[in-house]
């Protein structure tokens, strides 16, 4: 080893392990770019532990801070400065850059899943399934409803596609109420015996309610029919306190008829049939991921492709659908799905999140679910109790609507929950998991942007799910919205898109189009709001994507690894397994099997499903 300017030596008293572990941590966080953990290989002074674009941390006992020195790695040699020493280990700045593939080659990676599919269903068979006509009938009736220009003619065929609804107004017509003019069997002649808006009233009260409790039910789903009606209802609610024009009432009709996908599944794959037994089921992360096991989609994929391709409805609507289960997950990862963005879109995603937290928070009595609903109506005028006085409110209204109608069944109000989010029950304390809880918190008082680097994409998207509805933090009080970058099909992102939004989460920031990285930029620098993007440490963007990595680099921090953090791993392993149990509602997964593996969560979901489905 060559040295060049020892310095004097000093004796010094023994630090403790934790003094150590805090200056290591200390002088990690101050490196220009992002560090690596490798698994440890030997260079000419001693075992390299980690590496970045231009330093390295050594094993090697003797270094002094300031030292210059020269050293060889694989065959290169590099000179450089020592910046910090704590005990035996040392970090190096060097003068020149580690290449890229040098790196690559030695870097600790978590093992990565993907869930299999066991087959993908035919989707090309759904557009020959019996009910695409008669759930075409009932959307264009739902649209033609809020229609001021709609006539007789759009009616009677969506009408005459529906055999009891046609009989219904076929039957009223003839009534002893209308008799003495002749029996008739025509709806045209029906509607001018009798009159369009009587008609209107019929067909709303059918495509509403009596709809609901006949059509595209899913089996196993508790008070299905009563969720589905105070799904629609909640949602026109909503709708105008986020300022969103529900246009020909397209919002209200997609959410009514959002579990088709579902529906076609549980078809396809009786043995999940049986988990689609709330709404709290149906709008879970963990449902996506058994969806796509058994049938090689999941039934937001299906979605679109039935209301998009075989129906040609809600075009200009359906990704803001996607869009609110983001919000709901952002830890979602589609296959199939590519989406593009407008104001319209957005503020339907979150209303429709606001409006599935609610049915979650009544029918599945989530108190998470509630816990967040209830807040997040503050920010459209509502206290707490005010915000419960509102859903008791919609509840009495809906419920007096089903008692007019002849239904017996009614909707329970639920009762204020109380609920505190604790990050460090997904974290851990110190170290790490401590500096990536105070960059939240600055976040939420005077920093306005944040970048965080991932092994693990669903667990840390998980996990920033739980941090923006954490009480401590501002943000449950900021509507906010996740854009999946890897999914845009979009060439512009114009600031007026995102007005009325207060926090942008952009997911996988490291895959965002390169068309696009202009009007990113302008976003990070003039969006009034507070920003987190995420990206992957796998990305290099610091050697791949330079200009990205310039944009974010001051704001850039890890999420804790697992190698260095390893109860962060088995908070993942602990979690993931407790969804897993309770959706199946037995024992799936147990966390003994994974504990000595070092896996992402969708490893741990791909694992478990391939022996389950």
């Not at 992360?285 to 391709?309: N, S, T, W």
Request: net charge neutral; with cysteine.
């Amino acid at each position: 080893m060559a040295l060049f300017g020892f310095g004097k030596k000093k004796v010094e008293r023994e630090t403790s392990k934790q003094e150590v572990e805090e200056v290591h941590f200390k002088s990690l966080t101050r490196r220009a770019y992002p560090r690596y953990l490798v698994e440890p290989f030997q260079t000419s002074l001693g075992k390299a532990i980690d590496l970045s674009k231009n330093s390295i941390l050594l094993a090697a006992p003797g270094l002094k801070e300031q030292d210059r020195i020269e050293l060889e790695i694989e065959g290169e040699k590099y000179e450089g400065t020592v910046t910090r020493v704590y005990g035996s280990k040392g970090v190096i700045r060097l003068d020149r850059e580690l290449p890229r593939e040098l790196i690559q080659r030695h870097m600790k990676q978590v093992e990565r899943g993907r869930v299999k599919p066991r087959r993908f269903i035919d989707l090309e068979r759904l557009s020959s399934d019996g009910d695409v006509q008669s759930d075409r009938a009932i959307i264009n009736l739902m649209l033609e409803i809020e229609d001021p220009n709609t006539d007789i003619t759009k009616f009677k065929g969506n009408i005459q596609a529906l055999p009891e609804l046609e009989a219904k107004i076929l039957s009223q017509a003839n009534s002893i109420e209308m008799g003495g003019r002749g029996r008739i069997d025509d709806v045209g002649v029906a509607v001018t015996r009798l009159g369009f808006d009587a008609m209107k009233r019929m067909v709303y009260q059918y495509v509403t309610y009596e709809a609901s409790l006949s059509h595209n039910k899913l089996e196993f789903f508790e008070d299905f029919e009563l969720y589905n009606i105070l799904l629609g209802a909640t949602f026109k609610k909503i709708a105008p306190l986020f300022n969103f024009k529900d246009i020909k009432n397209e919002g209200q009709s997609l959410l009514t008829m959002s579990s088709v996908g579902a529906l076609i599944l549980s078809k396809e794959a009786p043995a999940i049939a049986p988990l689609y037994r709330g709404v709290k089921e149906l709008f879970s992360y963990e449902m996506r991921m058994v969806e796509r096991r058994a049938c090689g989609y999941d039934f937001l994929e299906v979605d679109r492709r039935y209301f998009l391709e075989d129906l040609g409805v809600f075009r200009y609507i359906y990704d803001g659908f996607v869009l609110a289960n983001y919000m709901l997950y952002p830890h979602y990862n589609p296959k199939e799905l590519t989406l593009s963005l407008s104001q319209r879109k957005l503020r339907f995603a979150y209303v429709t999140y606001l409006t599935l937290l609610a049915q979650r928070f009544i029918f599945s009595r989530d108190k998470y679910s509630g816990f967040v609903f209830l807040h997040r109506m503050r920010r459209l005028g509502f206290e707490l109790q005010e915000a419960k006085q509102w859903l008791d409110f919609l509840i009495d209204n809906t419920n007096k609507k089903l008692a007019r109608i002849g239904i017996q069944k009614r909707i329970l109000k639920p009762d204020i929950p109380s609920w505190q989010i604790s990050l460090e029950g997904y974290l851990g304390r110190g170290g790490y998991a401590t500096y990536f809880l105070e960059r939240l918190e600055d976040l939420g008082k005077e920093a306005q942007r944040l970048a965080i680097r991932f092994e693990d994409g669903a667990y840390t998207h998980l996990v920033l799910e739980l941090a923006i509805n954490d009480e401590r933090f501002p943000f449950l009080g900021m509507p906010f919205c996740v854009i999946p970058c890897e999914r845009l099909e979009d060439e512009e992102l114009p600031l007026a898109m995102f007005e009325g939004f207060d926090l942008l989460l952009f997911k996988n920031i490291d895959q965002l189009k390169p068309a696009l990285f202009k009007e990113f930029q302008k976003l990070w620098k003039d969006f009034e709001g507070k920003i987190i993007v995420t990206l992957s440490t796998s990305s290099m963007v610091e050697y791949n994507q330079k200009p990205l990595y310039a944009l974010i680099k001051d704001q850039l921090i890890d999420f804790p690894s697992y190698f260095q953090s390893p109860l962060v791993q088995m908070k993942m392993l602990s979690l993931g397994c407790q969804r897993l149990n309770q959706l199946f509602n037995q024992d799936v997964c147990q966390l003994e099997a994974f504990k000595d593996r070092t896996i992402d969560m969708e490893k741990l979901y791909e694992t478990v499903l391939e022996e389950v489905l």
